[in-house]
């Protein structure tokens, strides 16, 4: 009850979007638009070597050749590639060599969103408690990275993705674009072209990342888009949990966030991705702004009983298309998918996953919980599919829709392609509303409409929440119940 | 000009590249559509499937309106209509466009329930790398309660027989409509059945199919919701190469509707099952009920089902749900039975039969539940 309770006051609290506030930096920006020479300005920005500017260069002429998907159901007007700013970071001499270097008005930012950049700050906490090394990233630059002494100790190398080009090359020209090849989707294409930053993490064989590691994008700049690259791989019998988080300012106009992460898996590695995104979505009551997260997300299981594991509570966004996908190759890998995606106002998510069976006794599951209210849609599409050598192959899918209001919409596409004899595949799905009856029960018992809602809905996407790290199933129970502010009665 | 256009836009065949064609790719397979398919030379005796069960008949030979016994029953009437319009967008729904414009012996023959009977439809084919088209009415009138025994007869190779259906069932009429599909293996066969029912109506219907080179069995249903009722079943059994789709769209657009679907299928050699399923509930189309349930095993190495089923909700007081497993036969039944002295391949069979007998058991006309029970048990190989 006590939750309840928070998450109550948590809406009384909050009338909006938290973290709508914009912050006045000096930044500096690439000149706006998209060509060659963006490319080998952000390129040369960022100092990087010969193969990495071909490596874009390629990526952009390939992204000439492709065209926008229109498959997915959302709408939106056509996209200015054009009208964008394509880099965009806080204007620095140097590399911040520590914290103290970083610009304060920066540090306020991440303060202001409650994410702890300080060290010492996290270790003040009660004794005992987890710590989170975060890595930071402001529009097209990785701000700050922590806890990177203590990870190295363990061997684990957490950093942004210039500074691995830079330090790590090896591992990055082995790695980079191995999962999300550079023309995969149109939108893993434009990234592969223009991405200025993300976060890059290697765990070595056999160790056990010593704490939760995580990164934070914000979104800061008007009128740009923001394009990161994530890579972690795990070695042989390495585990990994990683948390990533986002948010941006309420402006009117879109914005583009067009990311790729990819997850490499060697033998019996692990690895456990959270994410809780709650970009801006939006006017609820014009629709009006909000970003457009258009994310490619893959783990590649190459190694023999590896397992990956996505969890992800969508509930900010205009308009969110993204399918975190497995390819389960290594024999007895497996895969999971738990998600919660939120939409309300005018929001239209299009999101779901794939699991490619590949590999002889591989196993997934799929779990995804959509909840839409207001005007908005929610579509779970997802593709199961197992090729004739993944003999054993096992997935179960469950995926259910709870629609809040008359005007909004909540659609199931799943595909499933068997073929072998040997594979079994369950998939089941549900679309309905609240029950009148629970809603009820629960206001007969003194609760009031919200926070009725509030305690059905935080039921209906228990099964999901119970997967995230515990300090973030708080917050994103609080998310969810905010997210759904003022869509009964 | 635009006749040309317009010729070109319906003789162009659906590409896997077409998303509700993405399994079924006729482009694929045949490039350009066969030349038309001859005529029959001789007349067809009665008979088909269901031979037995009904006076009235109407057989179609290679798109040809061939046989008409029975015409003078009150109860059902056969006529023709000459001027047919053709409602169908060929990006849409290219395959019943494709017929409404193609078909000419006649343009459209028109089966009508004028009392509570029995009819059978026959659209036969014997044809080899050609093609034809044929489109027929289907109307049950107000309060009619009217059985359609539907059979599907191909003999030949490599030809494409293309079958447009349109039916429509009035207010608080009823329709069962069981199909049973059987293609030569080398044919290519589609059938896409628009149904309309009215308030208060209810149609069901039951396709059995062992599927053919390519084969599409589609049917779109609107649903007015007004407590009209459909049942829409299917079962599909495949070996060698044989290659079926059963594809059903259903839209509720008005309060208070029921749909059931239950499809079972079984794949064994190479052969490949396709199932897609939608359900649209349009905005306002309160207190649908919905379900779908789609079941299927793989009975060897290389077979192969791909399912598809979507449910679009643009309501929110709405009951849908869908399920879908595909998977082999259950190892402990097969052991179990093997254990009482029951061989292998029997014991299969008739695990296989009592899978898809959940199927044949819902089809409500007795005599057409038998023949029904009877062609599963041989395409299963227990009789």
Redesign the interface.
């Known amino acids: 009850m006590a939750a309840v309770k928070e998450t109550v006051e948590t809406v009384a609290a909050l009338e909006k979007y938290e973290h709508g506030f914009t912050t006045e930096i000096d930044q500096e920006f690439a000149p706006k638009g998209l060509s060659e020479d963006i490319v080998r300005f952000i390129s040369a920005k960022k100092d990087e070597p010969q193969w990495m500017l071909d490596w874009r260069l390629e990526a952009y002429r390939r992204w000439l050749e492709l065209e926008e998907p229109d ?1 997915a159901k959302v709408s939106y007007p056509k996209i200015d590639y054009q009208d964008t700013y394509y880099y965009a970071a806080p204007k620095t001499k140097e590399g911040p060599k520590s914290l103290d270097e970083v610009d304060p008005e920066l540090l306020a930012v991440y303060e202001k969103l409650g994410i702890p950049l300080k060290e010492q700050a996290v270790l003040a906490g009660v004794e005992g408690a987890p710590r989170y090394a975060v890595d930071a990233v402001f529009d097209s630059v990785s701000v700050v990275t922590t806890f990177k002494k203590e990870l190295a100790q363990a061997g684990v190398i957490f950093c942004s993705m210039s500074e691995a080009i830079r330090e790590h090359p090896e591992l990055v020209r082995q790695y980079l674009g191995s999962v999300v090849p550079t023309s995969d989707n149109y939108f893993a294409c434009l990234n592969s072209a223009v991405f200025s930053d993300g976060s890059f993490v290697y765990v070595p064989p056999g160790v056990r990342c010593p704490m939760e590691l995580s990164t934070y994008f914000r979104i800061n700049a008007k009128d740009s888009g923001q394009f990161e690259r994530t890579l972690i791989i795990a070695d042989k019998g390495a585990y990994v949990s990683y948390l990533e988080g986002c948010t941006a300012p309420m402006r009117d106009e879109n914005q583009l966030h067009a990311a790729v992460v990819e997850l490499v898996l060697l033998d019996d590695a692990e690895i456990k991705y959270s994410t809780v995104q709650n970009w801006y979505p939006g006017d609820p009551e014009t629709g009006k702004g909000g970003i457009y997260n258009f994310v490619t997300k893959r783990a590649d299981c190459r190694g023999d009983r590896s397992k990956v594991s996505w969890t992800q509570v969508e509930t900010g966004s205009a308009i969110t298309w993204k399918y975190p996908s497995c390819v389960l190759r290594g024999e007895g890998s497996s895969g999971e998918f738990y998600s919660i995606a939120v939409t309300n106002g005018h929001q239209q998510a299009d999101t779901g996953t794939k699991m490619i069976h590949l590999g002889a006794n591989t196993k997934s599951r799929i779990v995804a919980k959509g909840i839409s209210a207001g005007k908005s849609t929610s579509t779970y599409r997802g593709l199961v599919s197992a090729h ?1 050598k993944a003999k054993g192959a096992r997935n179960f899918t469950q995926c259910d ?1 709870l ?31 609240l029950s009148d009856d629970q809603l009820f029960y629960c206001q007969q018992r003194g609760l009031s409409q919200e926070e009725a809602v509030a305690l059905l809905v935080n039921g209906f996407v228990k099964d999901v929440l119970q997967q995230l790290p515990m300090e973030f199933a708080v917050e994103a129970q609080k998310l969810v119940a905010i997210s759904l502010e003022g869509s009964v009665g | 000009m635009t006749l040309a256009l317009k010729t070109s836009a319906s003789t162009t065949l659906p590409s896997r590249r077409d ?1 509700d064609w993405r399994w079924t790719d006729l482009y694929g397979l045949l490039r350009t559509l066969p030349a038309p398919s001859p005529r029959i030379a001789e007349t067809l005796q009665p008979g088909g499937p269901f031979k037995g069960l009904a006076k009235a008949e109407l057989a179609i030979a290679n798109g040809r309106h061939n046989w008409w016994p029975g015409a003078d029953s009150k109860t059902v009437e056969f006529f023709e209509h000459q001027s047919p319009d053709n409602p169908y967008a060929p990006e849409e729904l290219p395959m019943a466009a494709m017929a409404a414009e193609q078909a000419l012996e006649p343009p459209v023959s028109i089966i009508q329930f004028n009392g509570d009977d029995v009819a059978l439809l026959r659209l036969v084919t014997e044809a080899t790398e050609t093609s034809h088209h044929a489109r027929v009415g289907v109307v049950v009138k107000t309060g009619v309660s009217a059985t359609l025994l539907e059979s599907y007869e191909g003999k030949g190779g490599r030809y494409l027989s293309n079958t447009l259906i349109e039916i429509i069932v009035e207010d608080g009429a009823s329709l069962e409509r069981v199909v049973i599909a059987e293609d030569a293996e080398e044919g290519v066969g589609v059938s896409t059945a628009i149904v309309r029912i009215a308030p208060g109506a209810k149609f069901a219907q039951t396709v059995l199919t062992s599927g053919a080179r390519r084969q599409r069995i589609e049917t779109r249903v609107n649903h007015p919701g007004a407590q009209a009722e459909a049942r829409l079943d299917g079962a599909y059994l495949l070996d060698a190469q044989r290659h079926a789709d059963l594809t059903t769209v259903v839209t509720h657009a008005g309060v208070e509707g029921v749909t059931s679907q239950l499809t079972k299928g079984m794949v064994t050699d190479q052969a490949r099952g396709v199932f897609q399923g939608r359900i649209v509930v349009s ?2 189309a309160d207190q649908t009920d919905a379900r779908m349930g789609h079941h ?1 095993l ?31 036969l259950d190892e402990d039944a097969l052991f179990y039975a093997e254990q009482r002295g029951i061989p292998q391949a029997e014991a299969k069979a008739m695990l296989t039969v009592a899978f898809v007998g959940e199927v044949v058991d819902r089809i409500e006309h007795e005599g057409a539940r038998e023949i029904a029970a009877a062609w599963v048990a041989r395409k299963l190989g227990s009789v």
């Open positions: 498959w004739p829709s629609l809040i209001g008359k005007e909004c919409a909540a659609h199931t596409v799943p595909y499933i392609e068997a073929r072998n004899g040997q594979s079994v595949f369950e998939h089941e799905a549900t679309t309905t509303r | 998303e905005p306002g299927a793989i009975l060897s190495e290389k077979a192969e089902i791909d399912a598809k089923p979507e449910l679009l909700i643009f309501a929110d007081d709405v009951s849908c749900a869908h399920g879908n497993t595909i998977g082999a």
